[in-house]
């Protein structure tokens, strides 16, 4: 039947509750003032007439906070705030050393497809945190890229709440180590996340990324997409 009262306790992931609930007929419920990118277990438990029932209990992680000042860098020393969109297929960290180029560009740490052992046709998207674009007129991305050789391919992603939009594709083959710059004038005063999608061609070379900047680009671009 339908819940119209309840009660509910919220704690850090893990802590032992007191059983000592809030009562609420709020639905849906929102609680505020949790700290981002943290565990919490919920305990919830409904009011009848003269007894509750059992108490049960659901985890959850809140978002991390969004990004808000530029420029913003990382050098995928963590995955922090970042999330894989294929837990059986990930994008991973590594030292380069992974078949990639068995270097970084910036920390001990980047980020890679592993194209030599997923299965052909896996994928997975490692999309950003939240990025408040609201600073920014005409944002760049720039990061470091490289894969030796193979006809995998990275795309690169921007998800604007809707809508997921390939903005590049990289080349098959990227090497040494090359910056990519991807300008992203669009997305100016907006808010979004960016990301990568690797696609498994079962190849011999791991894609691998690093030293990931967004910031303000320049006000005027080159013509582009012309013949």
Avoid at 196 to 225: K, M, Q, W
């Amino acid at each position: 039947s339908e819940l119209t009262t309840w009660e509910y306790e919220l704690v850090l992931a893990g802590e032992t509750p007191t059983w000592v609930g809030t009562s609420t007929t709020n639905n849906p419920l929102t609680i505020t003032g949790c700290y981002s990118n943290t565990g919490y277990d919920l305990y919830v438990r409904r009011v009848c007439d003269s007894s509750y029932s059992d108490w049960t209990m659901t985890s959850f992680t809140t978002d991390c906070d969004a990004v808000t000042a530029f420029p913003y860098s990382h050098g995928f020393e963590t995955l922090d705030c970042w999330n894989n969109a294929s837990s059986s297929t990930p994008w991973a960290l590594d030292d380069g050393t992974d078949y990639g180029p068995g270097t970084v560009t910036e920390g001990v740490s980047a980020v890679f497809f592993n194209d030599y052992d997923f299965a052909s046709g896996s994928t997975s998207d490692l999309m950003s945190p939240w990025i408040d674009a609201s600073t920014l007129t005409s944002p760049r991305l720039t990061f470091d890229y490289y894969d030796a050789g193979g006809s995998d391919t990275v795309k690169v992603l921007v998800y604007d709440g809707t809508t997921t939009t390939v903005v590049y594709t990289t080349a098959g083959t990227v090497t040494p180590w090359t910056q990519i710059v991807v300008d992203l004038p669009e997305y100016g005063g907006e808010t979004f996340k960016i990301g990568f999608r690797g696609t498994s061609v079962y190849g011999a070379s791991n894609p691998h990324i690093d030293n990931l900047v967004l910031d303000e680009g320049p006000s005027c671009l080159p013509p582009s997409d012309f013949v």
